[in-house]
């Protein structure tokens, strides 16, 4: 699916400059993309090192260890095919946690970590696990409970009430996530059914199909 | 946190520094990996938009929601934000400079921008730091509870404060 949204979205691109007669906006946007593209990398360089290194301490110490132990059952329920006391349980809920707080930054390096632990688990180191997928669920809803960037800007704005948006955020988000756990968990069975007839060649044939209700969703993407 | 994790390590007698400087060996390494993915994810976005075939999706989706009473302003709030994070933050500091902090399209723009996340700069990042090529049905998820929470989150503010 990703292939399919990817060349839809440079080639639908192209066409439209062509059109539109933007075609050095075009191939502006083409460098001004990849350019970003690292500055965002080496703008996360700095995170990255700086919170797994916590993280190495955090799980040298046997924090995630314990963390992993209380929770367990939350995560069981959510990731079942990922074993008790396994550390990507204490990764998942680190960053779990963070995005809760709001803190994008901290969440990121922690939701690599679960992820290249839960790469152990997966027999095909190129096809995303169910686990991987129920995590970037959770990642792209994640219950905000402070979203502490936006109320931010809004005191900057003079807002008489920058944290009213809390209320809101949390209930959006909760919405979001339950919507998210929910088409996991569907889509999850529909692959697990789909599985032994046609086994293991799963090619992203959605994007080739390019159907009305979900890749038409995701052209916004 | 910040120092409550080695605080605690030290007294389980964990060589704190060293196994610091282990672990943020391995974001160094992460960041690197990143860079092919996220370059190829951004210059398709920033061609999309450059390119104006954003703008003529949304022109397309306009009308439909202003039937409903919802401010059209948000609208490119929704194409927005699972695409670009900065992008969105930008479209959303806008739309409360504009109309200010505590209107309407305000509180929904700053809802929008809090619950929702970027989810194909998620997946890139996420899925390029391990090497999946495949990523299943994840992505279908992150947009629908895209969509899902950006309906919310309208809703939610024109119950509240509308």
Known sequence: MINGIWLAMIVIGFIFAAVNGRMDEFTAAVFDGAKSGVTVSFGLISVLVFWMGMMRVAEDAGLLRKIARLLGPVVGFLFPDVPKGHPAIGYILSNMSANLLGLGNAATPMGIKAMQELQTLNPDKETATPAMCTLLALNTASI???????????????????????????????????????????????????????????????SARGGPALPHSSMKG | MITFIPLYAFTRKVPVYESFVEGAKDGFGT???????????????????????????????????????????VLPLGLLRPLTGTGSLAYTTDLIRVHGPDSLIGMIASTIQGSTDTTLYVLTVYFGAVGIRNGRYALKVGLFSDIVGFIAAIAICMLAFG
């Open chain 1, 144 to 206: 905000t409970l402070i979203p502490a960037t936006l109320i931010a800007i809004r005191l900057n704005y003079g807002s008489a009430e920058p944290a009213g948006i809390v209320g809101t955020t949390l209930a959006a988000t909760a919405v979001a996530t339950l919507a998210a756990v929910a088409a996991d968990r569907l889509f999850r069975r529909l692959t697990l059914l789909r599985r032994p007839p046609k086994p293991p060649v799963i090619w992203p044939k959605d």
């Open chain 2, 31 to 73: 960041a690197i990996a990143i860079i092919p993915h996220l370059v190829g994810m951004l210059v398709a976005i920033s061609v999309f938009r450059a390119s104006g075939a954003l703008d003529f999706l949304m022109g397309f989706i306009a009308p439909a929601l202003q039937g409903l009473g919802v401010p059209p302003e």
